[in-house]
């Protein structure tokens, strides 16, 4: 069996399901950013559109695409990303959380939200890798979902593709119908500023603790299930030290900043 290539941990902002028809330095970046990466075997995705009590995993061989939104064109809702699941994938992955004490459990009919399919289709146009979703538990901490990473980083070195997508901020309280290319406000700078650097400086105390530790934590992140993917991607790096792969900022509320481990 031929060895597989070590694949990198990442994280996406995936902003509004527009965002797959829209023209903008983050749509480019995405349909870039499979010709930055090492062709993966397959992909486990980490969506802020999931939210379960417990982890749960896409056991399906065919996930059907989800259109878990409301009024937007009409284009959208004829989308389909039609790639394979992986149902071997999936118990690998349930087994190595359980292993873990993680309690996961596997959905079989579940598909693909937008949170996945929207940035998947993308950087992964023609739908030809499988992929496998995993929810969040938006009442758990950050420590529970940076366990879920440390459990799932086996993976990386059967080259499947970790990739994390949710929000670097994430307050739609204050949308105020905005225009996409709204200026941000400084509260929405500050908190961004501070995640590029403690990622960089790879401080999980910090991170893991961001309430405590980031500006305006709770105005950017009212509710936690955009920010969680982030820390399942930085619990299966090798190194906590990441990098920046992308900035940008949407409506002027939403950081569509990106960031890698291990690559």
Known sequence: MPLMTLMPTIFISHGAPTLVTDRGRTPDFLRALSQALPLPRAILCISAHWETEQPMLTG????????DFMGFPQELYAMHYRAPG???????????LNTAELNATLHPQRGLDHGAWVPLMLAYPQAEIPVVQLSVQPQRSPAHHFALGRALRPLRDDGVLILASGAATHNLREFRGQAVNTAPPDYVLEF???????????DVAELLDYPTHAPHALRNHPTPE??????????????????????????GILSMAAYAWND
């Open 60 to 67: 399906s061989s065919a996930p059907p695409t989800i259109h």
């Open 192 to 202: 961004d500023a501070w995640l590029t650097a403690a990622i960089t400086r790879g």
């Open 86 to 96: 992986d149902p071997a994938l999936a118990l690998r992955a349930q087994a190595l």
């Open 226 to 251: 955009h920010f969680l993917p982030l820390f399942v991607a930085l619990g299966a790096a090798d190194s906590a030290t990441g990098r920046a792969l992308h900035e940008d900022f949407n409506y």
